[in-house]
Each structure stands twice: as structure tokens, then as C-alpha cells.
């Protein structure tokens, strides 16, 4: 079965760089936001079961990593504002500027 972003034209390759990218933003935005290691990983894993059903095409990779995030950890009950999270994904995005 061809995931949602190979029917996207997406190659192979660009989307496993994706997949990374984005466990790589949850994991720095977990070391900043002090969350268990627990809750990064079910952000982690919110995040991969998001793509399997949805295209890279069609959603941004940072927005889509801010939200499970945020979602993570209301679900693992380390609960963080949806405003920190925000903040914290723009400094991780302007540290790649520099």
C-alpha cells in the first residue's frame, strides 16, 4: 500500500527525510519544554500515525509537530500551554535561521 504522500508525488526518500525532521523538532522541543521522555515519544509516535494517513503535500512538518506535541501532553498528563509549545517551535525554527 502507497502512503498518502507517494500518491502525492512524494519520493521515498524525501518523505523518510520528513518523518526524521519531525521526530528530531518534537525531541528538541521536548528537551526545552522539560517533558518526560514518555511524553516525547507518544508525541513522536502521534506524529508518525498522523503521516500514515495523511500527505506531506498537504500538511507543514512543524505545525503538524507543534500539535502532537501539544496533544501528547495532555494525553501523558505533563500538560504544557499551547502557547509554550508555539513559542518554543518558533525559537527552534529561528535557531535554524542563524
Partial sequence: RRSPSAEDGIDAA???T?????????QRAGVLLRLPQ???ASAAVI????Y???SFADFEVR???AASVALA???EEHMRKVQDVIIVFYRLQMRELE
Fill in 63 to 65: 505545525a503538524v509537530a
Fill in 18 to 26: 520528513l518523518r526524521i525532521f519531525g521526530a528530531e523538532l518534537i
Fill in 47 to 50: 506524529f508518525q500515525r498522523f
Fill in 73 to 75: 501532553s495532555k494525553l
Fill in 38 to 40: 514518555v511524553t516525547v
Fill in 52 to 54: 500514515f494517513h495523511k
Fill in 14 to 16: 524525501t518523505e523518510e
